[in-house]
């Protein structure tokens, strides 16, 4: 081994120890960077060959390792579209690559990164703080199925339609002795309701108040989300039997034959038999069998309501002798305006509009890569596919997906600054070897002087 071989494996080692510094200058500047991946160095030796007595260490030469499998932080932002992913997998983008009126236009070419700080564009785009743009596929609002293929998600603004009510889900319990006005526990019977030949009209509406305890209030909605109050009033008619009312919406108060209040199954005429509901010793429900009832004069677009009572209605003792309801729901809706984006733990974009509604609009697109430290760095904390990473494949494959939180950068700056130490030291000795070296070849030119 030479001295200008032991001066240029100085110079070798000089240029690793820059190739390293240069790459904790790199992680250190990104330290703050939103999913991004810091680069470490890895060292290889060179050794020329020579007889076994004669070899030598040899020079060096430094390599990028990538650390695309190693998690950064996690930070809750509170913002509804950032999302983050706790474990393999990366998410699709795409790149703006033209404009045309006023609209991008994308490139059909996927990138892949860790940076989920997407918000909502004025367009409706998603897009994260690099400018990159979700993938992800359409699902069906009714179904929930997948309804397309990859595509940049783009959000509309559009209203949800009405829902016009079928059925209303009633859940309560009613007193086995309803404590009504005309109560007396003196007076048997005084609990029960004597339904009149001529139905509840106006001038039997104050006896039948006096006779009947309150069951609660729904709003139901016809096809164009027009609200219709629906209010309901139970009446004890025999042991352990009742009758449900609701107050009927086509009231003429010039008719004296007009219904004010009509029975579940009754109808708008009295030759209608309501429907009654009958409860066992335990407290139990026993009719009607299928546990709904026609509220046969309220319709809405042409259908007849339904009165579900089958999730939950007992008759139990209550001290109050008034209807507990726990809950009175009904599957009709309005129209509603868009109010809110937000993506779910199972990577669904749900869109929350001004009715209540929720609307599951697309499935993001998550991919992984068999060696995923191949992958081609690009610029915004993205990725490329390479031959040596793989195809992507697609799927959580045991993931979760975090919203409204963010990766941050997985770069240490105390682990950085303790490289540098190190690159610093072994950069110095190197230059100590050149100065060596240098010296040594002047005393040889010295030796001829």
Do not use: C
């Not at 509901?277 to 259908?303: E, H, M, N, Q, R």
């Not at 919203?403 to 072994?426: P, R, W, Y």
């Amino acid at each position: 081994m030479s001295i200008f071989g032991a001066m240029t494996n100085a110079v070798t080692g000089l240029r690793a120890q820059s190739y390293a510094l240069e790459n904790i200058s790199d992680n250190i500047a990104n330290s703050q960077t939103t999913g991004y991946k810091r680069v470490d160095t890895s060292f290889m030796d060179l050794v020329p060959s020579y007889p076994l007595k004669q070899q030598v260490g040899g020079s060096v030469t430094a390599f990028s390792r990538g650390t695309n499998t190693i998690a950064g932080n996690y930070t809750s932002t509170g913002v509804s579209t950032n999302v983050a992913l706790n474990g393999e997998g990366f998410f699709v983008v795409r790149d703006r690559a033209d404009t045309q009126a006023g609209l991008p236009v994308f490139s059909q070419r996927d990138l892949y990164t860790r940076r989920g700080d997407f918000t909502v564009d004025k367009n409706g785009f998603l897009v994260n703080g690099a400018g990159r743009y979700m993938v992800g596929s359409a699902l069906d609002p009714i179904t929930g199925n997948v309804a397309g293929g990859p595509t940049v998600l783009k959000i509309g603004s559009d209203l949800v339609g009405a829902r016009a009510t079928t059925t209303v889900e009633y859940r309560a319990n009613i007193p086995s002795t309803p404590q009504t006005t005309s109560y007396s526990p003196a007076t048997p019977g005084s609990d029960l309701y004597a339904v009149p030949a001529t139905g509840v009209t106006a001038a039997e509406e104050t006896n039948f108040q006096n006779h009947t305890v309150t069951g609660g209030t729904v709003t139901a909605y016809d096809g164009q989300g027009t609200p219709t109050t629906v209010e309901l009033r139970w009446a004890k008619t025999g042991t352990d039997t009742w009758n449900v009312y609701y107050a009927n919406p086509a009231y003429d108060s010039t008719s004296a034959t007009s219904l004010k209040w009509i029975a579940a199954g009754q109808g708008t005429t009295l030759a209608s038999t309501p429907t009654a509901f009958t409860f066992d010793s335990a407290g139990k429900l026993t009719a009607p069998a299928a546990g709904t009832a026609d509220l046969t004069g309220l319709t809405v677009d042409g259908v007849t309501l339904k009165l579900d009572v089958s999730t939950g209605v007992s008759q139990y003792e209550d001290v109050s002798g008034q209807v507990k309801t726990t809950s009175i729901r009904q599957d009709g809706y309005p129209a509603g305006k868009l109010n809110d984006v937000s993506i779910s733990d199972d990577g669904r974009v749900v869109a929350s509009y001004s009715n209540g509604q929720t609307v599951a609009l697309a499935q993001l697109q998550i991919a992984r890569f068999n060696a995923p430290d191949s992958l081609k760095r690009m610029d915004g904390s993205t990725f490329e596919e390479t031959l040596e990473s793989g195809q992507p494949l697609y799927g959580l494959n045991g993931a979760n997906i975090m919203g409204a939180q963010l990766e941050a950068s997985n770069t240490d700056i105390a682990d950085e600054f303790s490289k540098m130490i190190v690159t610093q030291q072994a950069y110095s000795a190197n230059t100590r070897v050149v100065t060596t070296a240098q010296q040594m070849l002047q005393d040889a030119i010295n030796i001829i002087r």
